[in-house]
């Protein structure tokens, strides 16, 4: 018997939520146990239900998206959360990743984007939409490190290329083809970036480099 991904939907329109209801139980490996139309409403529904991912909106009455992601952690630390929103601006994407937020989606996104970034998400993996990542990755070798943020850890250039890289979601393949080295030298420099870091998962490498100022 499959496994599904038990999911709970955070938003304030009754059709969004009655349509991804509807889409989320369609699929096989899924299923939606339960509906919030506030923060505060997903805090009691997140005890409730023990979700294994919550789909959060930025935009809602009372709480926000943001301030509620911080409050689901503590009460399920396990949970993923999703954020699904209308906002493109790269401020709201690094205030829900440094919440703890482990994906976001724009609500334009096509069905099978959603899809694969609630899997993903469910997985303990990062996942952005991509305009997002083309937005963070303009900025990637035209930015310095944001002021008044201290670096406690003495990375290598190299280093900060793969954590930067890292931490926009890229597979090993892919930074190796971006930086023009192999797989294995790529494996080399994220290993001792963990080490340095302290970092164990990719969500909290993506964490510490957007904390730190790398992105």
Same mark, same amino acid.
């Given at each position: 018997?499959?496994?599904?991904?038990?999911?709970?939907?955070?938003?304030?329109?009754?059709?969004?939520?009655?349509?991804?209801?509807?889409?989320?139980?369609?699929?096989?490996?899924?299923?939606?146990?339960?509906?919030?139309?506030?923060?505060?409403?997903?805090?009691?529904?997140?005890?409730?239900?023990?979700?294994?991912?919550?789909?959060?909106?930025?935009?809602?009455?009372?709480?926000?998206?943001?301030?509620?992601?911080?409050?689901?952690?503590?009460?399920?630390?396990?949970?993923?959360?999703?954020?699904?929103?209308?906002?493109?601006?790269?401020?709201?994407?690094?205030?829900?990743?440094?919440?703890?937020?482990?994906?976001? !989606? $724009? *609500?334009?996104? /096509?069905?099978?984007?959603?899809?694969?970034?609630?899997?993903? +998400?469910?997985?303990?993996? &990062?996942?952005?939409?991509?305009?997002?990542?083309?937005?963070?990755?303009?900025?990637?070798?035209?930015?310095?490190?944001?002021?008044?943020?201290?670096?406690?850890?003495?990375?290598?250039?190299?280093?900060?290329? !793969? $954590? *930067?890289?890292? /931490?926009?979601?890229?597979?090993?393949?892919?930074?190796?083809? +971006?930086?023009?080295?192999? &797989?294995?030298?790529?494996?080399?420099?994220?290993?001792?970036?963990?080490?340095?870091?302290?970092?164990?998962?990719?969500?909290?490498?993506?964490?510490?480099?957007?904390?730190?100022?790398?992105?």
């Amino acid at each position: 018997m499959i496994q599904k991904t038990r999911v709970l939907l955070v938003d304030d329109h009754t059709i969004l939520r009655t349509g991804l209801r509807m889409f989320f139980d369609s699929q096989a490996d899924m299923v939606v146990v339960g509906e919030a139309v506030s923060g505060e409403d997903a805090l009691e529904k997140v005890q409730l239900h023990q979700p294994d991912v919550v789909i959060l909106d930025i935009s809602m009455p009372g709480m926000t998206g943001i301030e509620a992601i911080a409050r689901i952690k503590q009460l399920t630390p396990e949970a993923g959360i999703l954020m699904l929103t209308m906002h493109e601006a790269e401020e709201y994407l690094q205030q829900a990743m440094q919440a703890g937020a482990s994906g976001y !989606v $724009l *609500k334009k996104a /096509a069905d099978s984007e959603l899809l694969e970034a609630v899997r993903a +998400v469910a997985r303990k993996e &990062i996942f952005l939409h991509p305009a997002m990542t083309s937005l963070l990755i303009q900025s990637i070798y035209h930015s310095e490190p944001k002021e008044g943020l201290k670096k406690t850890i003495n990375l290598t250039s190299r280093e900060t290329e !793969v $954590l *930067k890289l890292v /931490a926009l979601g890229h597979t090993n393949k892919e930074i190796s083809e +971006v930086l023009s080295v192999s &797989i294995k030298t790529v494996e080399t420099h994220k290993s001792r970036v963990m080490e340095k870091t302290g970092c164990v998962r990719r969500s909290e490498l993506v964490r510490y480099a957007m904390q730190e100022g790398y992105i």
